[in-house]
Antibody
Framework: EVQLLESGGGLVQPGGSLRLSCAAS????????MSWVRQAPGKGLEWVSHITSSSAGTDYADSVKGRFTISRDNSKSMLYLDMSSLKAEDTAVYFC?????????????WGQGALVTVSS | DIQMTQSPSSLSASVGDRVTITCRASQSIANFVNWYQQKPGKAPKLLIY???RLQSGVPSRFTGSGSRTDFSLTISSLQAEDFATYYC?????????FGGGTKVETK
């Protein structure tokens, strides 16, 4: 069974930094691309970032580009999101999600989410 | 960016009702649409991928249809566990974008 478990969320001041982690199990982590998706309180889903299986390629939403960095450690089955210069509008639950194989970008498994609150 | 417009934003229904949610893309996206269900405080769950393919383990009362710009998710006979929020998502081009969601509430 695929399991994704986020950690590292919390309260951070505007301008601060935080690292989210996602521990993966139940599948061959090194074979799949991964994404981060966030959800502001009471709002819809927003894709944040993507990384290929080998880390050769990454992509970011314009809203976080230059401030967030996605990375992974395939030897540990871990996905990361380093967030800096945080703003109040980054307050959200952050989900890590696994991309299924194939041509289309389908998020077939999701973690339970980690809450990040940016506030003074 | 491709905009995904869902309607309605909310609806009230009863157990046993047939429910249809629509999603319109701002440009043609072939069949590059997925549908997710989310319950309060929980992660989204994949229901339908590639517009009409049922994810393994998802009940057959869920069906997806459509192509190009117009897509729909239909629940043939609403069950108690189906009260949730539903999102469409396009994967035709980067960035991935989601519809605004449709909340299915009890009447």
């Amino acid at each position: 069974e695929v399991q994704l478990l986020e950690s590292g969320g919390g309260l951070v001041q505007p301008g601060g930094s935080l690292r989210l982690s996602c521990a993966a199990s139940g599948f061959t982590f090194s074979s799949y691309a991964m994404s981060w998706v966030r959800q502001a309180p009471g709002k819809g889903l927003e894709w944040v970032s993507h990384i290929t299986s080998s880390s050769a390629g990454t992509d970011y939403a314009d809203s976080v580009k230059g401030r967030f960095t996605i990375s992974r450690d395939n030897s540990k089955s871990m996905l990361y999101l380093d967030m800096s210069s945080l703003k109040a509008e980054d307050t959200a639950v952050y989900f890590c999600a696994k991309r299924s194989g194939g041509v289309q970008y389908i998020l077939d498994s999701w973690g339970q989410g980690a809450l990040v609150t940016v506030s003074s | 960016d491709i905009q995904m417009t869902q309607s309605p934003s909310s609806l009230s229904a009863s157990v046993g009702d047939r429910v249809t949610i629509t999603c319109r893309a701002s440009q043609s996206i072939a069949n590059f649409v997925n549908w997710y269900q989310q319950k309060p405080g929980k992660a989204p769950k994949l229901l339908i991928y590639a517009a009409s393919r049922l994810q393994s383990g998802v009940p057959s009362r869920f069906t997806g249809s459509g192509s190009r710009t117009d897509f729909s998710l239909t629940i043939s006979s609403l069950q108690a566990e189906d009260f949730a929020t539903y999102y469409c998502q396009q994967s035709y081009s980067n960035p991935l974008t989601f519809g605004g969601g449709t909340k299915v509430e009890t009447k």
